[in-house]
T-cell receptor
Framework: KQEVTQIPAALSVPEGENLVLNCSFT??????LQWFRQDPGKGLTSLLLIQSSQREQTSGRLNASLDKSSGRSTLYIAASQPGDSATYLC????????????FGKGITLSVRP | DAGVIQSPRHEVTEMGQEVTLRCKPI?????LFWYRQTMMRGLELLIY????????DSGMPEDRFSAKMPNASFSTLKIQPSEPRDSAVYFCASRQTGGHSSGNTIYFGEGSWLTVV
């Protein structure tokens, strides 16, 4: 059974700092991995999706990498801003036509002005 | 597109009452998912449908929970009778089948915040 872990559960950094959020998964046979953002009282918004054949994806100040063999992914946020404060979740999708996503519990990020 | 639409956004009900949560997926999406989110357990998949057919309901916690998808644009999650431990945020999500290059991004609704007292 696939398990996804995100440590630490919470992180507080000063504005402007570059930071890395970690995600690990137990079964390396994945179809893709997705990073989401969740603001308080809101649903999840997809940030980046990395296919199993890819190593990284970039969108603006965000860069996500994937190392399947070690069962790890990182989300890099450059020049963090207070508006980046949110909970960041990663999820992996197993292979198979009807496969589902398994989520980590998320990392709650606070960027201090 | 308006995105995944859920209703009600908030509901407070008494223990023992029936609760019905509703979802309208994004038009053209053939997969629909129901998730439950709590502080203790995070996001848990309850059930999902493909082309209106339930594929995996192994996450449905008890017989008190049931879900239907009568057509491609509507799904319900029902709890009967409700209990305080059912208090959580219930999310509906949808995605579209695609090739390897399409991404298959999943889109979430804003959630239904349920409190059972």
């Amino acid at each position: 059974k696939q398990e996804v872990t995100q440590i630490p559960a919470a992180l507080s950094v000063p504005e402007g700092e570059n930071l890395v959020l970690n995600c690990s998964f137990t079964d390396s046979a994945i179809y893709n991995l997705q990073w989401f953002r969740q603001d308080p009282g809101k649903g999840l918004t997809s940030l980046l999706l990395i296919q199993s054949s890819q190593r990284e994806q970039t969108s603006g100040r965000l860069n996500a990498s994937l190392d399947k063999s070690s069962g790890r992914s990182t989300l890099y946020i450059a020049a963090s801003q207070p508006g980046d404060s949110a909970t960041y979740l990663c999820a992996v999708r197993d292979p198979g036509a009807n496969s589902k996503l398994t989520f980590g519990k998320g990392i709650t990020l606070s960027v201090r002005p | 597109d308006a995105g995944v639409i859920q209703s009600p956004r908030h509901e407070v009900t008494e223990m023992g009452q029936e609760v019905t949560l509703r979802c309208k997926p994004i038009s053209g999406h053939d997969y629909l998912f129901w998730y439950r989110q709590t502080m203790m357990r995070g996001l848990e998949l309850l059930i999902y449908f493909n082309n209106n057919v339930p594929i995996d309901d192994s996450g449905m916690p008890e017989d008190r929970f049931s879900a239907k998808m009568p057509n491609a644009s509507f799904s319900t999650l029902k709890i009967q009778p409700s209990e305080p431990r059912d208090s959580a945020v219930y999310f509906c999500a949808s995605r579209q089948t695609g090739g390897h290059s399409s991404g298959n991004t999943i889109y979430f609704g804003e959630g239904s915040w349920l409190t059972v007292v």
